[in-house]
């Protein structure tokens, strides 16, 4: 589905009393340390939501390690652990990171499905479901993403 980014805070819906995606997404950052998985479900939960909400003012690296997390974790098989260490790595070997621009693409799934599924194996599959829904909107920068997988990290 095409469409406008979600913004992290919406004015008209904190209005209207009803949660902004940061205040769901930091429901969702409770459940998903709390598991202590070795896993660690978490990191893919961050990524989807910063993927989500790249905008004009996202800093290239919140940006760009978002979408190699959600490249390694989709296409690669990596778990959020493995995620959090290459993380780690490109940190420390590079610090300036190209500009994404954002596509305009909204995901079919958003932090308020993942949180709308029973807590458990129902939740952490709509996590995992989220993270393909996400990457699949960034479609157009995946040659970009994968060249710095693979120059960064040698991910082949």
């Known amino acids: 589905m095409a469409g406008k980014p ?3 805070s919406s004015s008209a ?10 205040e769901l997404f930091d429901e969702l ?6 598991l202590r998985d070795s896993e660690f479900l978490h990191q ?9 909400h790249v905008n004009d003012d996202t800093k290239p690296i919140q940006a760009v390690f978002a979408l190699i997390g959600l ?4 296409e690669k098989g990596f778990s959020g652990r493995q995620v959090q260490r290459a ?3 490109l940190a420390s070997q590079r610090k300036q990171w190209p500009k994404i621009v954002p596509n305009g693409r909204c995901a079919t799934l958003s932090v308020k499905d993942v949180l ?10 709509a996590i ?6 996400v990457w699949e909107t960034w479609e157009s920068q995946r040659g970009q993403i994968v060249k710095l997988a693979r120059e960064e990290l040698d991910v082949r």
């Open 6 to 8: 979600q913004s992290a």
């Open 13 to 22: 819906s904190q209005h209207l009393g009803t949660p902004s995606d940061q």
């Open 29 to 34: 950052c409770f459940y998903t340390l709390s």
């Open 44 to 52: 893919n939960a961050v990524d989807a939501f910063a993927a989500q």
């Open 71 to 74: 490249y390694l974790t989709i």
């Open 87 to 89: 993380h780690m790595r």
């Open 116 to 125: 709308n599924a029973e807590p458990g194996a129902p939740r952490d599959q």
């Open 128 to 133: 995992r479901q989220w993270c393909a829904a």
